[in-house]
């Protein structure tokens, strides 16, 4: 099996090397790159060619869905997922129009954020329980 090529970016340099360390512990996944700001991925992400870029920010730290939009343009390849602590319709709108596979909550568990990865990479749709029940 192909390995999960993914890029981890948050503007807090901890989460960047936690997540690092959680994703590439993980058999299928390899952690790539990371970056701070979403902006900074296109040019990391066009060199190391990601399967996933998972972005743990709130849009507006992130650049928004402009940035996303942005990313998702130079890279339509790579599934997009967003893991956040605000929660709305709009932003579930936004972002997935912009290109965005998985919309989560950040206090995801780390079983089901390496379930999400997964899924999305195989071109899956996801979102935390409480963005679905708002969706429908």
């Not at 790159?33 to 849009?59: G, N, R, Y």
Request: charged share 25%; aromatic share 6%; proline share 3%.
């Amino acid at each position: 099996m192909t390995k999960v090529r993914l890029v981890i970016v948050d503007k807090r340099e901890v989460i960047r090397q936690g997540l690092a360390r959680l994703l590439g512990a993980e058999p299928n996944f390899e952690v790539v790159s990371t970056a701070d700001t979403a902006w900074d991925i296109v040019e990391k992400s066009c060199k190391h060619q990601p399967d996933v870029i998972f972005i743990s920010c709130s849009l507006s730290e992130c650049g928004g869905t402009e940035a996303i939009s942005y990313v998702h343009e130079k890279l339509p390849r790579a599934s997009i997922m967003v893991t956040t602590d605000y929660e709305t319709n709009d932003d579930l709108i936004a972002i997935t129009r912009a290109g965005v596979r998985a919309y989560l909550r950040s206090d995801i568990r780390a079983d089901s954020l390496i379930k999400a990865i997964t899924l999305i990479a195989e071109g899956k749709f996801v979102a935390s329980p409480q963005m679905s029940a708002r969706a429908t």
